[in-house]
Structures are given as structure tokens and as C-alpha cells.
């Protein structure tokens, strides 16, 4: 079955520099979900998105900005990068049950982001 | 605020030994519960949920938990533990607010288990 894709699965990138992770959902499912995972740490949500409009927003800072697009794949743009923003981000997708979303999430393999 | 405790952050097994690791959330109405798996250097991965029913759930690899809605609890449980086994365990919750929901996850378990 399909997954969630992800890409890049690994970054590297300078202080400073920009940075664009994609994501792109389970066939047919309407939302998209964004979590950082620094080391040793749970799962902190950033930011939701369904049907292409933002649904929900957690810790995302306002260097990060994210969107998702008429195909239901989303990107998350990083810019003036941290040391700090070395994370594993996840991106999760789900659907909707008889119009309901369950809260069932599905998730991606992951980007590693390393800042140095 | 709504809000998911598990009470153990590190849980040390030997193989065989029974496995229960503690959930609890702060929320008042109808929750969908979920149990996720993280083995080392992979994503997160579904164990198990509760939607409604029978408030034993069985997931994959042997796990079950018990939803208590008096205690706000759901538990996770396996009787005989592998080695396999060693991951980090987050349960979540999906609550509904005003405007929308949440799934919220818990700070996560780390169980290691000795061979």
C-alpha cells in the first residue's frame, strides 16, 4: 500500500540557509500534519492543513511557513536556519471516516535536517 | 488544556518479562486513543486504536490496550516481551476543541529489553 513520501530524507545545511521539505500524503487523504522531532524528544506538532487551507497551528516558528497544494502535497519552507532547527521532521496524513477525521495519522519515513 | 501523560520514561525488560506501560489523558468528552511505535531510526507507527466498543483493542505484534474511561486511562500492554521490542512507545489522543481537533502525543516511553 501507499505511504507517506517525504523528501529529502536527509539535509544538511549552513546557519543561515533555507530549506524546503515536501511531503506528500496517503492517496485520498485530505490533511496534511507537520512534527519536529528534536533528539531524545517526542513529537512536537507545527502545523495542519486541510483541503489546501491551514486547519491547526502548534509551535512553528515564523521563520517556518508551510502550504499544501491542489495535488494535497505539502511543503515546509525553513528559512534564516538554527542550530536548534536540527530535527527529524515528520509529515503525517489522514482522512476523513463517514466525514469525521478519526485523528488516526499516518506517517512518513521522516527528513533529517542538520543544521551546522 | 488538554493533555496525555505516561507515566514511565524509561521501562528496562528482560525477555519474556510482561510489558504494561501507563497512559493518561486530561479530556472530558469523546476521545479516539492510539498507541504508536517508534523503533530506532524509523517513523512512527500505529500499534493500536480505540474508536469505540469493546474497550480492549488488540493491535499488531501481540500488543493490546484498555481504554478505562473512569480513569482516563489507556494502558498498553504485552504479555512476554522480545528483544524486538526495544522502541519508544507514544500514545496519543484525538480530542475535539472549538474549531477543530487535536491528536495530541504523549512525552513517550523508552523500553529497552535486555536478550
Known amino acids: 500500500a501507499a505511504g507517506v513520501i517525504q523528501s529529502p530524507r536527509h539535509l544538511i545545511k549552513e546557519k543561515r540557509e533555507t530549506a524546503t521539505l515536501k511531503c506528500y500524503p496517503i492517496?485520498?487523504?485530505?490533511?496534511v500534519y507537520w512534527y519536529q522531532q528534536g533528539p531524545g524528544q517526542d513529537p512536537q506538532f507545527l502545523i495542519s492543513f486541510y483541503e489546501k487551507m491551514q486547519s491547526d497551528k502548534g509551535s512553528i516558528p515564523d521563520r517556518f511557513s508551510a502550504q499544501q497544494f491542489s495535488d494535497y502535497h505539502s511543503e515546509l519552507n525553513m528559512s534564516s536556519l538554527e542550530l536548534g532547527d536540527s530535527a527529524l521532521y515528520f509529515c503525517a496524513s489522514s482522512f476523513r471516516l463517514a466525514g469525521l477525521n478519526t485523528g488516526e495519522l499516518f506517517f512518513g519515513e521522516g527528513s533529517r535536517l542538520t543544521v551546522l | 488544556a488538554q493533555s496525555v501523560s505516561q507515566h514511565n520514561h524509561h521501562v528496562i525488560l528482560s525477555e519474556a518479562a510482561s510489558l504494561e506501560l501507563g497512559c493518561n489523558y486530561s479530556?472530558?468528552?469523546?476521545?479516539?486513543l492510539f498507541w504508536y511505535v517508534q523503533y530506532p531510526g524509523q517513523h512512527l507507527q500505529l500499534l493500536l486504536k480505540?474508536?469505540?466498543?469493546?474497550?480492549l483493542v488488540k493491535g499488531i505484534k501481540g500488543f493490546e490496550a484498555e481504554f478505562i474511561k473512569s480513569k482516563f486511562s489507556f494502558n498498553l500492554r504485552k504479555p512476554s516481551v522480545q528483544w524486538s521490542d526495544t522502541a519508544e512507545y507514544f500514545c496519543a489522543v484525538k480530542a475535539a476543541y472549538t474549531g477543530g481537533f487535536k491528536t495530541i502525543f504523549g512525552a513517550g516511553t523508552r523500553l529497552f529489553v535486555k536478550a
Open positions: 492517496p485520498r487523504h485530505d490533511t
Open positions: 479530556y472530558g468528552g469523546t476521545v479516539n
Open positions: 480505540y474508536f469505540s466498543g469493546d474497550p
